[in-house]
């Protein structure tokens, strides 16, 4: 898989690897843009005030990332959603 910037998704050869219907960059960056606020929306209705957070770690391809999780109980069942993931900076 390669980091792609957004752009390319207007190039005709990126375009001609996939099945998919064609879509702009604005649209994709606006899809992008509501992901957050429908992911806060869907957690603050959620989360009570008992929760907890949950920090973990996962390397890849010699790239060490810090993941953070909320812990919490809704509709009788453990959650764990993801909060967020980022690479573990040197001498930090």
């Not at 960056?29 to 992911?39: A, N, W």
Request: net charge positive.
């Amino acid at each position: 898989m390669r980091n792609m910037p957004v752009s390319e998704v207007e190039d005709d050869l990126t375009r001609a690897m996939s099945k998919l219907r064609p879509v702009t960059t604005k649209a994709v960056k606006k899809c992008m843009k509501g992901i957050p606020i429908r992911v806060g929306r869907k957690l603050e209705k959620e989360l009570r005030t008992l929760f907890g957070l949950m920090l973990d770690g996962r390397s890849h391809a010699g790239v060490h990332y810090v993941g953070r999780y909320a812990v919490y109980e809704a509709d009788g069942e453990v959650r764990v959603p993801l909060l967020g993931l980022s690479p573990l900076m040197d001498g930090v």
